[in-house]
T-cell receptor, first 115, second 113 residues
Framework: AQSVTQLGSHVSVSEGALVLLRCNYS??????LFWYVQYPNQGLQLLLK??????LVKGINGFEAEFKKSETSFHLTKPSAHMSDAAEYFC?????????????FGTGTRLKVLA | GAVVSQHPSRVICKSGTSVKIECRSL??????MFWYRQFPKQSLMLMAT?????????EQGVEKDKFLINHASLTLSTLTVTSAHPEDSSFYIC?????????FGPGTRLLVL
């Protein structure tokens, strides 16, 4: 069975500071992992994904994540936070049920960027 | 690429009426689409998996007769909330599957008075 844990429901950083959002997963099979961002009253936008290729994945808006199998982690980072990064971030791991890919979502992390 | 639209973005209806929400994959074909519900400040709750040409698969606790799903083409899935009540007010989000990745629509805010 697959599961995802996002440590920290709220994270605050100063503008220009490093962003680190944590995601740990559990999977009985090699996982596919995803990070999505959600702005208020909007759908989810794909930031990046890991699908068993390079372990360091670069995404949009300057975000990147590193897949670490030994730590079962897929933390999201950005070197320098911008005010526009304030949003809700969701980590997800794929499951495969009855011939269909489904997602197991984390509970989300709300990122606040301080001026 | 991989754009998903939803219509309407916002709907207000009276209790007892039915509301249809459309989910379209604009630049790709999607055999599988998903419908989620999101409560304020919470994660997404999967309601059902919609497969083109076949019956939807509903998650436990989701009423099939209340939330009717039709996936009649490879680019369109619809969710109909039948006899809506105030407790059905929520944010509904669809996604379409391309390979192993889900691409999400912008969501529909439903308010039942």
């Amino acid at each position: 069975a697959q599961s995802v844990t996002q440590l920290g429901s709220h994270v605050s950083v100063s503008e220009g500071a490093l962003v680190l959002l944590r995601c740990n997963y559990s999977s009985s099979v090699p996982p596919y992992l995803f990070w999505y961002v959600q702005y208020p009253n909007q759908g989810l936008q794909l930031l990046l994904k890991y699908t068993s290729a390079a372990t360091l994945v670069k995404g949009i808006n300057g975000f990147e994540a590193e897949f670490k199998k030994s730590e079962t982690s897929f933390h999201l980072t950005k070197p320098s936070a911008h005010m526009s990064d304030a949003a809700e971030y969701f980590c997800a791991v794929n499951g495969y049920t009855s011939g269909t890919y489904t997602y197991i979502f984390g509970t989300g992390t709300r990122l606040k960027v301080l001026a | 690429g991989a754009v998903v639209s939803q219509h309407p973005s916002r709907v207000i209806c009276k209790s007892g009426t039915s509301v249809k929400i459309e989910c379209r994959s604009l630049d790709f074909q999607a055999t599988t689409m998903f419908w989620y519900r999101q409560f304020p400040k919470q994660s997404l709750m999967l309601m059902a998996t919609s497969n083109e040409g076949s019956k939807a698969t509903y998650e436990q606790g989701v009423e099939k007769d209340k939330f009717l799903i039709n996936h009649a083409s490879l680019t369109l899935s619809t969710l109909t909330v039948t006899s809506a009540h105030p407790e059905d007010s929520s944010f509904y989000i669809c996604s379409a599957l391309l390979g192993e990745t889900q691409y999400f629509g912008p969501g529909t805010r439903l308010l039942v008075l």
